[in-house]
């Protein structure tokens, strides 16, 4: 299987973990505070890393510790803005507004790198953006103090895709995810102290959001998406990243919720533009092997003088 091929099937099924939060996060903030629901969840998943990683912390270097702090900080930007728009703004709006970086991430690529995506990364961006508008528009998109500050979340969680696609293949998976983890988590000390005044209400529902998501959404997706994102391009990262809503309005039926007919048609769009950005891989490694086998055929295509020349003898 193809490198980009198989990066792109594990970072589907990181959606798929992110997906499943939605439901059970959404029970656990209906008793727990938000900010401190983060700084429990990364800190918990730093504290589990950390016994898998422990000896290693003595190969730690400057780019791994680097690295690992400008995405925990990329993190913790984009959940804290995304988490006070919502404050101002709609669930709807915040959903579609976060998922325009997915149009984010290939325009700083362009004025970054100076490279333009091709054609088929544009048109699955365009399929994609449509879906998740169908998802998630609902009424009034005039722009509001609230959706400011959910732009400004989209573009941090932008950044972060772009540092772990620069950084991920250079250092220690593990240590590296770990410092993001451990950032994320005590950076999270900060609101969680001076905005809930460390307001733990634990119940059954919060104290399980908490494990699962420190489980299965960081520590296992987080390993998956930082070891994986760099044989794919930021652009398709930022494409397939938007399978989380669709996952997450498909997970979110246990509790209740029902999967609309707009919601239906925004999930088949950004999975067809998901397809459309994967055909280019899956051609690319068509034409790769057949050519292969045409060169095969032409290194072992016999001489015809000498084939004659063995028949004659």
């Known amino acids: 299987m193809n490198k980009e091929f198989k990066a792109d099937i594990c970072l589907l099924l990181t959606t798929v973990a992110w997906g499943s939060s939605f439901p059970i996060v959404s029970l656990a903030l209906k008793s727990f505070p938000p900010y401190s629901f983060v700084m429990l969840r990364y800190l918990l998943a730093s504290g589990m890393l950390l016994i898998v990683c422990f000896k290693r912390l003595k190969n730690i270097n400057r780019e791994t510790l680097i690295a690992g702090l400008l995405v925990g900080i990329t993190v913790f930007l984009g959940t804290i803005f995304q988490t006070a728009g919502l404050v101002y703004t709609s669930p709807s709006k915040s959903g579609f507004i976060t998922g325009l970086n997915v149009a984010m991430v290939p325009i700083l690529v362009a004025i970054i790198y100076k490279k333009i995506p091709d054609i088929k990364v544009i048109i699955g961006i365009i399929f994609s953006i449509m879906g998740l508008g169908i998802m998630s528009i609902n009424g009034n998109m005039s722009?509001?103090?609230?959706?400011?500050?959910?732009?400004?979340?989209?573009?941090?969680?932008?950044?972060?895709?772009?540092?772990?696609?620069?950084?991920?293949?250079?250092?220690?998976?593990?240590?590296?995810?770990?410092?993001?983890?451990?950032?994320?988590?005590?950076?999270?000390?900060?609101?969680?102290g001076l905005i809930e005044h460390f307001d733990f209400r634990f119940s059954a529902v919060s104290v399980f959001g908490i494990i699962f998501t420190a489980i299965f959404c960081t520590v296992i997706a987080y390993s998956i998406q930082n070891k994986m994102q760099p044989y794919t391009s930021p652009a398709h990262a930022a494409i397939i990243y938007l399978a989380e809503p669709v996952f997450g309005a498909i997970f979110s039926i246990f509790i209740g919720d029902r999967l609309t007919g707009r919601t239906f048609i925004g999930c088949i769009l950004i999975f067809f533009g998901m397809i459309v950005i994967n055909l280019r891989v899956i051609l690319s490694k068509t034409r790769i092997k057949s050519k292969t086998k045409i060169e095969s055929k032409i290194n072992y295509e016999p001489d015809e003088e000498i084939y004659e020349e063995f028949k004659v003898r």
Do not use: W
């Not at 941090?156 to 988590?185: N, P």
């Open 143 to 192: 722009l509001n103090f609230g959706d400011g500050i959910t732009i400004a979340a989209a573009f941090m969680f932008s950044v972060q895709i772009l540092v772990v696609d620069r950084y991920a293949h250079k250092v220690d998976i593990l240590l590296f995810t770990f410092i993001e983890f451990f950032a994320t988590g005590i950076l999270s000390v900060i609101p969680s």
